[in-house]
T-cell receptor, first 114, second 115 residues
Framework: KAGVTQTPRYLIKTRGQQVTLSCSPISGHRSVSWYQQTPGQGLQFLFEYFSETQRNKGNFPGRFSGRQFSNSRSEMNVSTLELGDSALYLCASSPGRRPNNEQFFGPGTRLTVL | GEDVEQSLFLSVREGDSSVINCTYT??????LYWYKQEPGAGLQLLTY?????DMKQDQRLTVLLNKKDKHLSLRIADTQTGDSAIYFCAETTNAGGTSYGKLTFGQGTILTVHP
């Protein structure tokens, strides 16, 4: 079974721009969670989607948004980029039927904001 | 609220056992996980334990859970240089609602294995 894939792997943007990251979950998994990883704050939960609906959201500003498609692929968007948005963005997929299903992570998208 | 703490560094010699410790505060934690992250990579799920268990063994990995003290440990037997990585513990609950899809992670323990 193929693992979680994320595209692109690397991105360089400038302040004020917006960016869209993509995540394809493991086949059959319906839940996709997104995390931001930075050296200062560690791993922080952004949001989770299940069957095209956002079920949970972390404490991030509204500039961070996401969506999920009928094939369970998910995208996250960051608008009006700030320097502090530079991070590794990880998505994770799980079957999603229970809150505590184990999550399987993709390799991440490294975003650099200049 | 949820908080997960880990020691930041651990250095061991190849062939020795490694023990990585983690404490958590959320008494409603249901599942506790150990993930491994190698440089430039995502997180690899190593193992997990349900909160009504005390111990789980999986090949070279042994997880111990002391629910009273909210203390979790990961023991790696016969540690190899390929085990050098960052190890994260994480917790989640079965509460539904704000727990869906959300793992709360510790800050990670950097394990260095010397030949």
């Amino acid at each position: 079974k193929a693992g979680v894939t994320q595209t692109p792997r690397y991105l360089i943007k400038t302040r004020g721009q917006q960016v869209t990251l993509s995540c394809s979950p493991i086949s059959g998994h319906r839940s996709v969670s997104w995390y931001q990883q930075t050296p200062g704050q560690g791993l922080q939960f952004l949001f989770e989607y299940f069957s095209e609906t956002q079920r949970n959201k972390g404490n991030f500003p509204g500039r961070f948004s996401g969506r999920q498609f009928s094939n369970s692929r998910s995208e996250m968007n960051v608008s009006t980029l700030e320097l502090g948005d530079s991070a590794l963005y990880l998505c994770a997929s799980s079957p999603g039927r229970r809150p505590n299903n184990e999550q399987f992570f993709g390799p991440g998208t490294r975003l650099t904001v200049l | 609220g949820e908080d997960v703490e880990q020691s930041l560094f651990l250095s061991v010699r190849e062939g020795d056992s490694s023990v990585i410790n983690c404490t958590y505060t959320d008494s409603s934690s249901t599942y506790l996980y150990w993930y491994k992250q190698e440089p430039g990579a995502g997180l690899q799920l190593l193992t997990y334990i349900f909160s009504n268990m005390d111990m789980k063994q999986d090949q070279r990995l042994t997880v111990l859970l002391n629910k009273k003290d909210k203390h979790l440990s990961l023991r790696i037997a016969d540690t190899q240089t390929g085990d050098s990585a960052i190890y994260f513990c994480a917790e989640t609950t079965n509460a539904g609602g704000t727990s869906y899809g959300k793992l709360t992670f510790g800050q990670g323990t950097i394990l260095t294995v010397h030949p």
